[in-house]
């Protein structure tokens, strides 16, 4: 994956991009882009993706085009997340996460054979770990091992592993799939090794300057002792706090369910909205894809968007599942009394608030379940969310 901050997109090469279970969005023909050499390449579509970055996933926007590298990580995903990229450090970090980079020109070695180390037989239907050493030494130190295409064992499958091929004898894992014993010699071909340019084991740091400054700040009633309890927990559980507008979180603890018996599908119109508010219901349509919220597809169930003002001024991308509400069996889950809740805080002196970045948008929905989440838009084009959102 190449990191490319002159890059204003990010990019996917087409044959990984048909590789994946995403669905990719053709786009039409006359749409290119301009390489750094000048050159015009065409684009071929358009797939919403999760990328994976240090310990975290991000849900981002991926063209597909013809080009070299696997995937080019471009400006936008990086000014998205809030990535700093540091050059001195040959690093990138996010979130108080520091993640590093190699050099373009880095030159991987050829992978190398491991050899058998001593005579083992392999039970019949059954897995086990084969002493192996690598055929020429010293050639790189970490890899991972891949499964031999010219291994002449047929039923015989070796699993990927990370290994230090510095180490007195290498582990392979083997799993013998046939109903008779296999027996492998010294020094048989048993698996290849493919190198590893570089192991980084960093822990998460805390960074006070750009995370839960806020609250850092209301530290200074708190004597010293206090204070440094305080951030040892927050570090602790510092992943639970959002760090920039579209990290709401996520929760999988359970999974929303809708219930609307053998009911057929409702499908309502879209409502007309005027000119002048299209664009902005276009820009939270495409900022809710790109976070993963929702996805287009379509379905048999369809419920219109309604654009609603909040007190600060700013717009609530609504949809009006008044219908479906109707229809769809309700659980009963009895909210706590109020004066029970007071009754537990007595006697304590300390109290902390918690608020959530969002109290919508952050459920799943079960996928069997999403075809009922459908609205219009504009006509053109149905989306479905894969969170719980406000009017469910």
Not at 57 to 71: E, G, L, M, Q, S
Not at 130 to 148: K, L, S
Not at 155 to 164: I, N
Not at 214 to 236: D, F, G, H, Y
């Amino acid at each position: 994956m190449l990191v490319d901050t002159g890059a204003n997109v990010t990019l996917l090469r087409t044959d990984l991009a048909q590789k994946l279970k995403e669905q990719l969005i053709y786009t039409a023909p006359n749409i290119s882009l301009k390489t750094a050499t000048g050159e015009k390449t065409e684009i071929r579509g358009k797939l919403d993706a999760s990328i994976e970055c240090g310990s975290r996933k991000f849900h981002h926007r991926i063209y597909v085009a013809d080009i070299t590298d696997p995937c080019i990580l471009g400006l936008d995903f990086l000014q998205k997340f809030n990535f700093t990229v540091d050059l001195e450090k040959n690093e990138i970090r996010t979130g108080g996460e520091e993640i590093p980079l190699f050099s373009a020109s880095v030159q991987h070695s050829k992978s190398c054979s491991v050899l058998v180390k001593k005579r083992t037989i392999m039970p019949a239907r059954s897995e086990c770990l084969i002493q192996g050493i690598p055929e020429v030494p010293g050639q790189f130190r970490y890899a991972v091992t891949d499964f031999h295409s010219q291994v002449p064992q047929k039923g015989v499958l070796v699993a990927a592993t990370l290994v230090d091929l510095e180490k007195e004898a290498i582990p392979v894992r083997v799993l013998n799939l046939n109903n008779t014993p296999k027996i492998l010699d010294i020094g048989a071909v048993i698996v290849t090794c493919e190198p590893v340019v570089d192991i980084v084991a960093r822990p998460q740091e805390f960074s006070e300057a750009q995370h839960l400054s806020s609250i850092l700040e209301s530290l200074e009633m708190l004597n010293e002792k206090q204070q440094i309890e305080v951030r040892k927990l927050l570090k602790e559980f510092q992943n639970l706090f959002s760090t920039c507008d579209a990290d709401v979180g996520r929760c999988n603890m359970t999974q929303h369910r809708i219930n609307t018996g053998d009911h057929p599908p409702i499908k309502q119109y879209p409502r007309r909205l005027p000119l002048a508010r299209k664009e902005e219901a276009e820009h939270l349509v495409q900022e809710m894809v790109d976070n993963g919220i929702i996805e287009e597809s379509s379905g048999p169930w369809a419920s219109p968007i309604v654009l609603v003002k909040k007190k600060d001024g700013s717009t609530r991308f609504c949809v009006d599942y008044r219908k479906l509400n109707e229809i769809t069996k309700k659980d009963s889950y009895p909210l706590p009394r109020i004066d029970d809740i007071l009754d537990a805080l007595n006697g304590s002196q300390w109290f902390t608030t918690l608020d959530l970045k969002s109290g919508y948008c952050r459920d799943e929905i079960l996928p069997l379940f999403c075809v009922f989440s459908f609205f219009c838009y504009f006509g053109e084009i149905s989306l479905f969310f894969l969170l719980l959102n406000y009017n469910l």
